[in-house]
């Protein structure tokens, strides 16, 4: 089992930065990508930004060149740098880590995906 906690949501201002992480615990060798998804009033959970236990980053087109994310694999944590933010940032954001079975072929039978609580960005105009 993994357990995700994701912290660092607040409220600020237009253009302003914020940095969220995420600690994961548990059987952490089994975690091939770490992942940061949003969810906005009324709209579904999106995937903003994506990394791999070999440090393959993605990102959604709407937070190229504002967004980044690193991962430090030795303490099981994952960062999500964000800049420039604009009020169209504004959701709860949630760390998700992804457990490939094949990883940890004697624990895990299948693929499984762990989430955090989320936590709330509110960017203001």
């Known amino acids: 089992q993994v357990r995700v906690m994701d912290s660092g949501g607040g409220l600020v201002q237009a253009g302003a930065s914020l940095t969220l992480s995420c600690a994961a615990s548990?059987?952490?060798?089994?975690?091939?990508?770490m992942n940061w998804y949003r969810q906005g009033q009324g709209n579904e959970r999106d995937l903003v930004a994506s990394i791999s236990d070999g440090g393959v980053v993605n990102y959604a087109n709407t937070v190229k060149g504002r967004f980044t994310i690193s991962r430090d694999n030795a303490k099981n944590v994952v960062n999500l740098q964000m800049d420039n933010l604009k009020t169209e940032d504004t959701a709860i954001y949630y760390c998700?880590?992804?457990?490939?079975?094949?990883?940890?072929?004697?624990?895990?039978?299948?693929?499984?995906?762990?989430w955090g609580q989320g936590t709330t960005v509110t960017v203001s105009s």
């Open positions: 998700n880590a992804h457990v490939t079975a094949t990883y940890c072929p004697g624990e895990y039978a299948y693929d499984l995906d762990y």
């Open positions: 548990g059987d952490t060798n089994c975690i091939s990508a």
